[in-house]
Structure formats: structure tokens, C-alpha cells
């Protein structure tokens, strides 16, 4: 069964720093999908980012920036330039080409502080 | 754009009570799915469908049963609450399979508290 890991209940960054959070997770597929969500205050779930498992090159998104590193099973989001409104819950999910099961992490509670 | 629609918002109910939550999506979307959020715990899949007519267990399906009626339409009924099931539940959609982009688009969310 694939699992995801987020070993980073919590974190609080200033305004303006570079913030990195942590995802692991477990399969044995070789072909999946991973994601990272952002769930402000007001709980809508909003995608930040993806990644396809047989791309080597990291997905960017403005100031969102992934570190995939599929030997590792790791897939960590880099936020730099971090604003005030990326404070929110962010959780990672996994997927696989074998079935729709889409299945999310504990969730990292960032905190961006004025 | 109504995107994905749950009904009802807010709900309470007893233990032993019997409720369905409903979620429609406008999007054409293949794929539906229903996640319960718990503080600590993430979002949990508890059921989900890859296309109408086809239901599939999540991680947490005890104590819930899904119907999905047409492609628009995925309810998940309690048919008697615990008060392990207060919790926020979440309706989502995506293409899949056609796109695998495997996005998801939510609901806003249900709050269900069971006294």
C-alpha cells in the first residue's frame, strides 16, 4: 500500500524567507503522480504544484519550487520569497497510473510571520 | 462556475442517526472521491469512483456507503453515526483517466459533528 509522509507538523518563517517542507512517501510503482495542496483559513484546497514521476526535471511554479528525488521517495516544496498569504495548511498527496486512489499526508501547518 | 457542490454545510446528529451527504460536479469529471479531515490526521480517502457505475474502498470505508448515480452525482451515506465520524467531510472530482493530470477540484467541505 502506498503511504505518505510529512514529518513537519508545524513551521513558522519571517516574511520574505525561503522555506522548505518535507514529503516521503512509499511504492513500489514506478510510474505516479505527486502533488502538493495548500489549504488557507478559509479551507478551499488549492494545488500548488505537481510532479510526474517519470520527469527528472523538478516542477516550478512561480515561487514554488519542488525537490524530487525519486531513489529517494522524497518530494519536498520550496517556497521562496515567502508572503504572508502562504500561511495555510500544505499537504501532499500521491497517485499512480494504476488506479484513480489519490492519498494525501498528514499536512504541514505554515505559519509566514509579519 | 459551480465547480463542486456538497450539501449540507453543517450538520449534527445524534449517534445512531442516519444521514447522506451530497456532492454534484458540473466539470464533466470522470473521477469522484469523498476524504474526511481530522486534526492530525491529513485528509483520509474513504471512497472513491473512477467512472459512473463504479465504486472502490479508500482507507477509511468502515461505517460509510457511497452511491454514484450518474457521472455528476456521489453521495456517501452514514447509516448509523458514531460520534468517530464528527469530523469535515470533503467531496472532490478530477478527469481521471483521460488527462492524468490528477488534479482535484473540492468541495467546500461539510462539517458533520455526531453527539
Known amino acids: 500500500a502506498q503511504t505518505v509522509t510529512q514529518s513537519q507538523p508545524e513551521m513558522s518563517v519571517q516574511e520574505a524567507e525561503t522555506v522548505t517542507l518535507s514529503c516521503t512517501y512509499d511504492?513500489?510503482?514506478?510510474?505516479?503522480?505527486l502533488f502538493w495542496y495548500k489549504q488557507p483559513p478559509s479551507r478551499q484546497m488549492i494545488l500548488v504544484i505537481r510532479?510526474?514521476?517519470?520527469?527528472?526535471q523538478n516542477a516550478t511554479e512561480n515561487r514554488f519550487s519542488v525537490n524530487f528525488q525519486k531513489a529517494a521517495k522524497s518530494f519536498s516544496l520550496k517556497i521562496s520569497d515567502s508572503q504572508l498569504g502562504d500561511t495555510a495548511m500544505y499537504f501532499c498527496?500521491?497517485?499512480?497510473?494504476?488506479?484513480?486512489?489519490?492519498?494525501f499526508g498528514k499536512g504541514t501547518r505554515l505559519h509566514i510571520l509579519p | 462556475n459551480a465547480g463542486v457542490t456538497q450539501t449540507p454545510k453543517f450538520q449534527v446528529l445524534k449517534t445512531g442517526q442516519s444521514m447522506t451527504l451530497q456532492c454534484a460536479q458540473d466539470m464533466n469529471h470522470n473521477s469522484m472521491y469523498w476524504y474526511r479531515q481530522d486534526p492530525g490526521m491529513g485528509l483520509r480517502l474513504i471512497y472513491y469512483s473512477a467512472s459512473e457505475g463504479t465504486t472502490d474502498k479508500g482507507e477509511v470505508p468502515n461505517g460509510y456507503n457511497v452511491s454514484r448515480l450518474n457521472k455528476r452525482e456521489f453521495s456517501l451515506r452514514l447509516e448509523s453515526a458514531a460520534p468517530s465520524q464528527t469530523s469535515v467531510y470533503f467531496c472532490?472530482?478530477?478527469?481521471?483517466?483521460?488527462?492524468?493530470?490528477?488534479?482535484?477540484?473540492f468541495g467546500e467541505g461539510s462539517r458533520l459533528t455526531v453527539l
Open positions: 511504492t513500489s510503482e514506478n510510474n505516479y503522480y
Open positions: 472532490a472530482s478530477s478527469e481521471l483517466p483521460d488527462t492524468y493530470t490528477g488534479e482535484l477540484f
Open positions: 498527496a500521491f497517485m499512480t497510473n494504476r488506479d484513480d486512489k489519490i492519498i
Open positions: 510532479q510526474e514521476a517519470y520527469k527528472q
